[in-house]
């Protein structure tokens, strides 16, 4: 028996489609990356993201985000950690120099682009949103009879990954360019510091605000 059934399966890459172009807080801060970081700042924050989406799914098929999901005390821990974690970003991003955030020296350049994709990965992973969603969307399309559940989850997650990636990578890129286009105008530089530690903020108020469940 086929491990998916190909309508079924087609539906579910449709879905996972609109998802990946549906504006969304990934979206915004690969979006914010890219614009304080320039092009590639962007592309690290979407492979961070992306490798957020994938470990959810290895918790949920480890049984790990169950527990997780099913206590509140662990929820808000992942809800207020996340939130901490980017007004630290916003912090750095306001303290940041006239020059912007996307000056970095050469040889600082690999440091600065671990730290993009860090906190692409860390700011999914703390997202106990992010978490529910995979919960409840991923096993309408497994089908237990049909094989190994760990296989099933991890193609789904691929199909879901694939999209997403390249949709955040392109926003970010995009965001980068007009980063750059931006760092030659010095007070506009300074405004673009802002506008990205103000999206960190704007992130981590959606974070603690969002409803349970």
């Known amino acids: 028996m086929p491990a998916f ?13 609109a998802l990946s172009l549906t504006p969304g807080p990934d979206m915004l801060l690969c979006f914010a990356s890219g614009l304080g970081g320039g092009p590639r700042a962007g ?7 992306g490798t957020a989406l994938l470990l959810h799914t290895v918790a949920m098929t480890l049984g ?9 005390v662990a929820l808000d821990l992942l ?9 630290w970003a916003a912090w750095n991003a306001f303290r940041a120099g006239p020059a ?21 990965l860390l700011t999914c992973l703390l997202n106990p949103k992010l978490l529910l969603f995979m919960l409840a ?11 190994s559940m760990a296989v099933q989850f991890l193609v789904l997650s691929l199909i879901l990954f694939v999209p997403g990636f390249l949709v955040n990578a392109a926003v970010g890129v995009s965001a980068g360019g007009l980063g750059r286009w931006l760092l030659r105008r010095p007070l506009w530089a300074r405004v673009q510091n802002w506008l990205v530690g103000t999206i960190f ?13």
């Not at 790990?64 to 509140?72: D, I, K």
């Not at 969307?137 to 094989?147: K, M, N, S, T, Y």
């Not at 981590?204 to 969002?210: G, I, K």
């Open 5 to 17: 059934d190909p309508q079924l399966l087609a539906v579910y890459t449709l879905a996972a489609v």
């Open 43 to 49: 592309l690290a924050a979407s492979a961070g993201v």
């Open 64 to 72: 790990f985000a169950g527990l997780v999901a099913a206590s509140p």
């Open 79 to 87: 809800r207020w950690a996340g939130a901490a974690y980017l007004l």
């Open 100 to 120: 912007g955030l996307g000056t970095v020296a050469p040889t600082a350049q690999r440091a600065a682009l671990l730290a993009v994709y860090r906190r692409g």
């Open 137 to 147: 969307f991923l096993p309408q399309f497994v089908r237990p009879e049909a094989g």
């Open 201 to 213: 903020v704007a992130l981590a108020l959606r974070l603690v605000a969002a409803p349970r469940g």
